[in-house]
Each structure stands twice: as C-alpha cells, then as structure tokens.
C-alpha cells in the first residue's frame, strides 16, 4: 500500500510539473526557420550592405593605423594609435569637433521642431483642399539635387549680387552678409540644411499623426483639455517613435555634414564652418591618409554611439 501511494504520488507530481524552458538559443534558431523566406529575400541586401558599407568602413579603420606615407602601398606600414594622438593634439580639429556638435545640436533642434508644426499644419482637418500641392511642395526640396540646390543658395546669399541682397537693398534695408562673416556662414549653412531636409520629417511625423488614436484626443477634448493639453498629454506621447527615428536620422544626417560646406563655404570663413568631415577630407586631400582617415574613425564612433544612446532612449520613453 505505500509503495503504490508513492508511486501515484510521484505520478501526480509527474503530471503536474511545469514543462522545462525552452533554451533562448532554441527558440530563435525555430523564429529564424519560421521567417527563412524573409531572411532569403533579405539576404542580397544584406551582402551588398557589408560589401559596400561594412568592408570600406572596416578597411578605413585599418588606414587609421597605419602610416600616411605608406597607407595605400602594398605594404602599408604600421603606426599603432600615432595617428589618433596626432588628431586629438591638434586645436584645428577640436575645434571643428566642438563646432560640429554646435551644428549638429542646432539643426537638429531646428529641423524637428519645424517638421512637426509642418505635419501638425498639414494634418489640421481645416487644410482639406491643396493638402496634396502642400505635401509636395514640402518635400520637393529633399529630392532636389544637392549640388543644384546648393549650388542656388550660393547665388541668393552672394553679397554681390545675391538675389536676397537685392531684395533687401530695395526696401532700404541692410544687406545681409552672406558667407563673409563666420557667424552668418554658420547660419546660412544651418539654414541650407533645413531647407534640404526639413520636408523628410515632416512627411515621417505627418504619416504618424494620421495613425494616432483620434479616440483618445477626443476624450481629453470632452474632459475639457485644450489644445495644447491634448498636444501634450495625447499627442506627442503617441509620436515617441517617429521622434525617435527622426532624431537618429537627423543626428546621423548633420554630424557628418559635408556637400553643403565643399558647395557654400569651403570651411570658412575663418574656419567658421570647418566640421570634421570636411577638415578631414582637407587632410586627404594633401596625402595624410592615416591622419584623415584617424578623424573619420572618430567621426563614425561619435555618431555609432550618440545614435545608439538615441535610439536607447527612445525604447526607454516607450516601455514607461
């Protein structure tokens, strides 16, 4: 009689127990065969993304560690980390770094913050006729050629005969610097930017308003929020992802600003708009690779991290 209330004991125990977890390395190596098709079509992009993205970037890194004079011999000769002392020693490239940070801080800001009160603007259910003409008209600049549109702002800010100086002259105003003073430079060149790109995010913000839960901005509108409550409370918290993928991109986008300073300003004046890119293709130009090469090492960890630390934060925002 014991033996056989121990063993329907252990029976019951048996039958009762929790199944045993699954291995984590199991269940994705199962989700992977599950999504095989996918990862099959996936496949072509993703070899030509490590053939033409990963490999130069790795093989600019390899540059960075050898020697300028030997860089791009066959037999490029080692210089360990001399090419990184000699970048972080030098005032010219500090400065550029700090001055790209300003910049990319300052478009960032500026270019989010218009892109949604353009979306906002686009989506109001009183802008019913023209919507279409509007969307376009926003985003025509993002698919003009740089170089043309560049090109073009060039021609209105010349203090010679720019078109906007000419504007202003026949109002009887002062005339406006142009490219010739560092400040002005600077603020042409964030002025550019936005014009370029400002219409990308907008369009990004404008797709996410009209996927928002219009049910929840009317219960706050009929607990007697306002506008602004209901943009603050309701709205904006729904755009925490395309905030997100706007800031990534934007960041990614300014830190490594470049054709807009070759076209406009060619770092000046006075270095006023020397970023990092193009102090780095500065020294290319002139055969030091490792050192160019050092700088836009550092360059791609910058913008590798602060993206990374975006993106962390955006996931952050959302699991709250």
Do not use: C
Not at 31 to 60: H, K, M, Q
Not at 62 to 87: I, K, M, Q, Y
Not at 111 to 126: I, Q, S, Y
Not at 182 to 207: C, D, K, M, Q, S
Request: glycine fraction near 6%; hydrophobic fraction near 55%.
């Amino acid at each position: 009689m014991p033996a056989q209330t121990t063993t329907a004991t252990l029976a019951t125990s048996a039958a009762g127990a929790s199944p045993r977890p699954v291995p984590i390395f199991l269940r994705r190596a199962n989700d992977a065969w599950r999504n095989r098709v996918l990862y099959l079509f996936l496949l072509p992009f993703a070899a030509l993304t490590a053939l033409f993205g990963l490999w130069p970037i790795g093989e600019s890194i390899v540059v960075a560690f050898t020697r300028s004079a030997t860089a791009l011999s066959d037999a490029p000769e080692w210089a360990g980390l001399a090419n990184f002392r000699s970048v972080l020693s030098d005032p010219a490239f500090l400065a550029s770094l700090w001055r790209t940070l300003f910049f990319t801080v300052a478009s960032v800001a500026l270019n989010l913050g218009l892109a949604l009160a353009l979306a906002l603007l686009l989506a109001h259910p009183l802008l019913r006729r023209g919507r279409t003409l509007f969307k376009l008209a926003v985003f025509l600049p993002v698919v003009t050629p740089d170089v043309a549109g560049f090109i073009t702002w060039k021609w209105l800010v010349n203090t010679n005969f720019g078109a906007l100086n000419a504007v202003l002259l026949s109002l009887g105003l002062a005339p406006f610097p142009g490219v010739t003073q560092p400040w002005t430079a600077f603020g042409t060149l964030v002025a550019v930017e936005a014009w370029h790109n400002v219409g990308l995010y907008a369009l990004i913000f404008l797709t996410n308003l009209q996927l928002l839960d219009q049910g929840l901005t009317e219960a706050a509108r009929i607990d007697g929020a306002n506008a602004w409550q209901r943009f603050r409370y309701v709205v904006l918290p729904q755009l925490r992802p395309a905030i997100a993928v706007n800031a990534v991109y934007a960041l990614i986008q300014f830190l490594k600003t470049f054709t807009v300073v070759v076209v406009i300003t060619k770092g000046g004046p006075n270095y006023a708009t020397n970023f990092v890119s193009y102090y780095a293709y500065s020294k290319f130009d002139v055969a030091l690779y490792g050192e160019a090469t050092a700088m836009a090492t550092i360059l791609f960890t910058m913008v590798f991290v602060l993206a990374a630390a975006v993106l962390w934060l955006g996931e952050r925002g959302e699991a709250r």
